[in-house]
């Protein structure tokens, strides 16, 4: 690391590799061969449809996509897609939504808009600390897809793995834990994410949808709002976010070539997950954390101390020490470390040695 750059514990726009921000530093007043910036070049252009065609294939690569499924690069993050699947999938038939935070709320609040939806079960009592028993998720007989939040960003709790949702198309939000880990794609009808946690910067939110779903897309919509639009059109029916586009290209190009994949890359997060909550667990109750032990997230470590007084302190002394955006939401109050994949080994040890400090000081 730098002297000049901190520690960016940020849940998003999040930390990116150095080896990627070097590379787009490079490559940004001129591509090589090209003789322009990837922000000037046309989007139909060869130049960037190579480009497009790379971060496909690299995803590809990375997430074991089957042929029947198309991969969309879009815009609007997860609030538009929000909209855009009950949109082009609800019907007139009723949708089952797990909701275990504060995303998986706001999905489900803007679905009622377009139909029926079922609230099949919500955390919301205890403050979406926890997953819910597959006994106590009520979902519906008929449903036209059941929706789920891999990963709370929030309150920093994760599924370790898909619910059940038996022969229903499963529908997720992963945009804070995508390419973090080894997903089995053929479970899913819909998986999405927007890039700024471990993709890419904010601009590009990636849908991966199977080709039956895009049947359902009703021609009543809006151009933009047609998920069978942008898979017609290669994710170009209008012009996509280029610069965005290029830099997942050059992370996905540095899961592959540098971490080795995402087998290695899930080994990796949970390294690093496991020294922040061996933190929390022995510090004899300075440190609480919020979510249940069993989904506790790998991309969000959300606690608290003792006392307000403390959490100010604790803040602005990891800040003096290029530990920065720390600080938990609203929401939850408290500490939220967001430690994605490029959040590096040593960022983590740091802060976790400067826990221990901190504790034996106003313990």
């Known amino acids: 690391m730098s002297e ?35 922000l000037e070049v046309s989007h139909r252009g060869k130049e960037f449809v190579e480009i497009l065609h790379a971060a496909e294939a690299n995803l590809r690569k990375l997430l074991a996509i089957p042929e029947n499924y198309q991969v969309l690069f879009l815009q609007g993050g997860s609030r538009l897609q929000f909209s855009m699947i009950p949109m082009n999938l609800l019907g007139d ?8 935070g504060s995303w998986g709320k706001n999905a489900a609040d803007e679905a009622q808009k377009e139909g029926s939806i ?62 973090s880990r080894p997903v089995e794609l053929d479970k899913y009808a819909v998986l999405y994410a927007c890039a700024q946690k471990n993709a890419g910067p904010a601009g590009v939110t990636v849908v991966i949808i199977r080709d039956d779903l895009l049947a359902r897309c009703p021609e009543r919509l809006g151009g933009m709002l047609n998920y069978k639009n942008h898979a017609e059109n290669e994710s170009c029916y209008n012009t996509p976010p ?16 540098d971490i080795g994949g995402l087998d290695k890359m899930d080994e990796l997060n949970r390294e690093k997950a496991g020294w922040m909550y061996d933190a929390i667990d022995n510090s004899n109750g300075f440190y609480n954390g919020h979510a249940q032990a069993d989904c506790r997230s790998l991309m969000n470590v959300t606690f608290r101390l003792p006392n307000d007084d403390l959490q100010a302190k604790f803040l602005k002394e990891a800040s003096a020490v290029a530990l920065a955006n720390l600080k938990g939401h609203r929401s939850v109050g408290g500490i939220r470390a967001s430690i994605y994949n490029a959040m590096p080994e040593q960022g983590v040890a740091r802060l976790v040695e400067f826990m221990e400090k901190f504790r034996q000081e106003n313990g």
């Open 4 to 38: 000049q750059r901190v520690f960016n514990f940020s849940a998003g726009p999040a930390v990116l590799p150095e080896v990627v921000l070097r590379e787009a530093q490079r490559d940004l007043f001129a591509l090589p061969g090209v003789g322009a910036s990837i």
């Open 93 to 100: 038939g009723v949708a089952d939504y797990i909701t275990t």
């Open 118 to 179: 079922n609230i099949a079960w919500d955390g919301k009592s205890t403050n979406y600390d926890r997953l819910p028993a597959a006994s106590a998720v009520n979902l519906s007989k008929n449903a036209v897809y059941a929706y789920f939040t891999s990963n709370e960003t929030i309150q920093g709790v994760q599924w370790p793995k898909e619910p059940d949702a038996a022969e229903v198309p499963l529908v997720c939000d992963a945009s804070s834990d995508f390419l």
């Open 242 to 257: 280029t610069f965005a586009i290029y830099v997942l290209k050059l992370v996905t190009d540095w899961l592959l070539r």
